[in-house]
């Protein structure tokens, strides 16, 4: 017995050592955001994050998340274990990705349109006041240049945000930008230079977010960007027995290793 667990260990340093250097799995730390403006409109409450970084990074990627925007993340949690964040960690991780970019979740202190069709928080000025010193804050912390991904109803708050970047002359604050499985609605202005990348599954039931309004959206944005612009469709992944708009195909559930690995090479073509 005392074999056997020698050989594995020995296994174990082999492989580490073959890596580069064994790298274990990064835990995720919180970290509270102040917001970066004060108003009326404006609430005083700090920004909840999770903060996983890459190893040696190139890049950070700040995550808009969907649904009512409320993850519920608390200061010293380490983890999340949802699969979709967890899908977005794999950008960290070398042994599943090259590993060199920083992932940030975004928590919104409170529920952004609750029970409302449209969200439209998500345009207001303290959602975007918050992403601002979001990016301000990790552009300052990491050095790395910020990117945006929104998902879904986090869709409208990127582009959203993009057009108050666009409007404040404040573009230089963002090096690239994902649109993953957004709401239909969801539409950039012009002018666009930089990165974007538009991320869907092919097989999304939810009605909110229609593959054809997708590949209409990545075809005008196509139209007026002066950089890399690009639609990938995601094919692996199933659905569940649950609202599609917040399983299954949408939530890239089972698709977590082929989105990543999206993600990571889209990124990484601007990043030695």
């Given at each position: ?11 174990f ?7 580069g250097?064994?790298f274990?799995?990064v ?37 808009i ?19 979709f ?5 794999r950008?960290t ?7 060199k ?36 804050f990790y ?29 404040e002359?404040?573009?230089?604050l ?11 609605e ?8 930089l ?15 229609l ?53 990571d ?8």
């Amino acid at each position: 017995m005392k074999f056997l667990y020698r050989l594995h260990l020995a296994k174990f340093f082999l492989l580490a050592l073959m890596w580069g250097g064994a790298f274990v799995p990064v835990q995720a730390e919180v970290i509270a955001v102040e917001q970066i403006d004060k108003g009326f409109f404006i609430s005083s409450a700090p920004t909840l994050t999770m903060h996983w970084p890459g190893k040696d990074a190139k890049a950070l990627l700040v995550f808009i998340p969907g649904g009512e925007g409320y993850i519920g993340l608390k200061l010293g949690q380490t983890d999340n274990r949802f699969h979709f964040f967890q899908m977005l960690k794999r950008l960290t991780n070398p042994a599943l990705t090259s590993g060199k970019f920083d992932v940030v979740l975004l928590d919104s202190p409170g529920e952004l349109s609750p029970r409302q069709p449209y969200p439209t928080a998500r345009a207001a000025s303290d959602h975007m006041v918050r992403i601002e010193s979001v990016v301000r804050f990790y552009k300052e912390k990491t050095g790395l240049p910020v990117w945006l991904m929104g998902h879904s109803n986090g869709g409208i708050s990127l582009t959203e945000v993009v057009k108050y970047f666009q409007k404040e002359d404040k573009m230089n604050l963002v090096a690239g930008i994902i649109s993953s499985g957004a709401r239909s609605e969801t539409y950039f202005k012009p002018p666009l230079n930089l990165p974007v990348l538009v991320l869907h599954h092919q097989q999304d039931g939810c009605s909110h977010t229609l593959t054809k309004s997708a590949a209409e959206n990545f075809a005008q944005v196509k139209a007026f960007n002066k950089v890399s612009t690009e639609l990938v469709w995601l094919t692996s992944g199933e659905s569940e027995a649950r609202d599609p708009c917040r399983s299954g195909f949408h939530m890239y559930y089972g698709a977590s290793d082929e989105a990543a690995k999206v993600i990571d090479a889209y990124m990484s073509k601007f990043y030695n």
